[in-house]
T-cell receptor, first 112, second 113 residues
Framework: SQQGEEDPQALSIQEGENATMNCSYK?????LQWYRQNSGRGLVHLIL?????REKHSGRLRVTLDTSKKSSSLLITASRAADTASYFC????????????FGQGTRLTINP | AAGVIQSPRHLIKEKRETATLKCYPI?????VYWYQQGPGQDPQFLIS???????DKGSIPDRFSAQQFSDYHSELNMSSLELGDSALYFC????????????FGPGTRLTVL
């Protein structure tokens, strides 16, 4: 992706542990969204954080946004086997575009 | 709650054939987006429509065209299909172009043989 870079590309942890994924972007944004995708399936919206927000929670998910560093992180606490999926960040750019620009994704594997 | 509907879910075509993908947005959503996701890749924006007018264009080949109809559903028409067009095609909808979430459909898996 030209806009987003995700880190790490793959992450494997034990069930119950926390998983942290990072996303960096290049240009100013309106908001940043995180999506989950099970293998070859649809994209499920997880959380949206606006450019004037710094942190947001939803259940076991915690998202932070640092616009000065142009980065975001997604933390999944108390991971479960069902959390195994690819996670993408996507940015909604300020400059007139309505499209989402996706990062390359992090492939998360939760080992039972 | 109603979600974005895409049809067909799977489509197999030969090279040089045409394909039409359909998308029905969430009720009262006026903006539709199309994305293409190749194998092992992140989704790439193709085109979007707001109130039946094209609002943004991404890396959509000239062989592809799309439109949004009066009932807000959208169709992506793909002609002279190539092997490289094999991908997952997602449609998403939103009710506000810049401040709201884009909700994705389940996708259409297109295989070009």
């Amino acid at each position: 992706s030209q806009q987003g870079e995700e880190d790490p590309q793959a992450l494997s942890i034990q069930e119950g542990e926390n998983a942290t994924m990072n996303c960096s972007y290049k240009t100013s944004i309106n908001n940043l969204q995180w999506y989950r995708q099970n293998s070859g399936r649809g994209l499920v919206h997880l959380i949206l954080i606006r450019s004037n927000e710094r942190e947001k929670h939803s259940g076991r998910l915690r998202v932070t946004l640092d616009t000065s560093k142009k980065s975001s992180s997604l933390l999944i606490t108390a991971s479960r086997a069902a959390d195994t999926a690819s996670y993408f960040c996507a940015t909604d750019l300020i400059q007139g575009a309505q499209k989402l620009v996706f990062g390359q994704g992090t492939r998360l594997t939760i080992n039972p | 709650a109603a979600g974005v509907i895409q049809s067909p879910r799977h489509l197999i075509k030969e090279k040089r054939e045409t394909a039409t993908l359909k998308c029905y947005p969430i009720p009262r959503h006026d903006t539709v987006y199309w994305y293409q996701q190749g194998p092992g890749q992140d989704p790439q924006f193709l085109i979007s429509f707001y109130e039946k007018m094209q609002s943004d264009k991404g890396s959509i080949p000239d062989r592809f065209s799309a439109q949004q109809f009066s009932d807000y559903h959208s169709e992506l028409n793909m002609s002279s299909l190539e092997l490289g067009d094999s991908a997952l095609y997602f449609c998403a909808s939103s009710s506000d172009t810049h401040t709201d979430t884009q909700y994705f459909g389940p996708g259409t898996r297109l295989t070009v043989l």
